[in-house]
């Protein structure tokens, strides 16, 4: 249970990124209220530990939108240890759990003019590796981000399952559309 002091900081978060379009949503959800699945739940979550890690909000919503094909296996992955053995069995999960998200923060430095919009360059390539290869990847990029999918996609999976928001039957259908969502 979060404190009220941080339950008001997540919500006004959590809101900030909706007007930002996380999670996205087709033309005919635009005005209906959004229903909050397993898929659902991951996007907000990487988004929210993307600002956790000192990224902008603009930017944090632009990776979970436009690179979401490429992370949302990675957050798959990161649930593999509370998954049914018989999803995993049918599906089986070749993707790290490690996402390391090239900085380039001076990447259009000096292109843009005066009053032109902030943060709507070409986004940094996005590694997904397993623990043994994250020096590897480190060198590639120099600099980055390292988001570890571990950390919050077993509390999103069990706590859906628990708070009844997934039942064993609906689970296999929730980590399906995260799996092809794209």
């Known amino acids: ?31 209906s209220r959004l229903v909050y699945g397993i ?3 991951a996007v907000l979550a990487t988004a929210i530990r993307l600002m956790t890690a000192f990224m902008v909000p603009t930017l944090a919503a632009r990776y979970v939108t436009e690179r979401w094909e490429e992370l949302a296996a990675f957050n798959l992955a990161g649930a593999r240890e509370v998954l049914p053995a018989d999803y995993l069995a049918r599906r089986p999960i070749t993707c790290g759990t490690i996402a390391i998200i090239e900085g380039n923060a001076l990447a259009d430095l000096g292109q843009k003019g005066r009053h032109d919009e902030r943060y709507v360059g070409k986004l940094g390539s996005i590694a997904i590796v397993n623990d043994d290869a994250i020096g590897l990847a480190a060198i590639k990029h120099g600099s980055g981000l390292f988001l570890d999918s571990r950390a919050y996609m077993p509390v999103i999976v069990t706590r859906s399952i628990e708070l009844g928001l997934a039942t064993e039957a609906d689970l296999a259908s929730e980590l399906d559309r995260l799996r092809f969502v794209g």
């Open 1 to 31: 249970m979060l404190p009220p002091s941080a339950r008001t900081a997540l919500d006004a978060r959590i809101r900030h990124l909706q007007r930002l379009g996380v999670p996205a949503r087709s033309p005919d959800q635009r005005m």
């Open 39 to 41: 898929p659902e739940l």
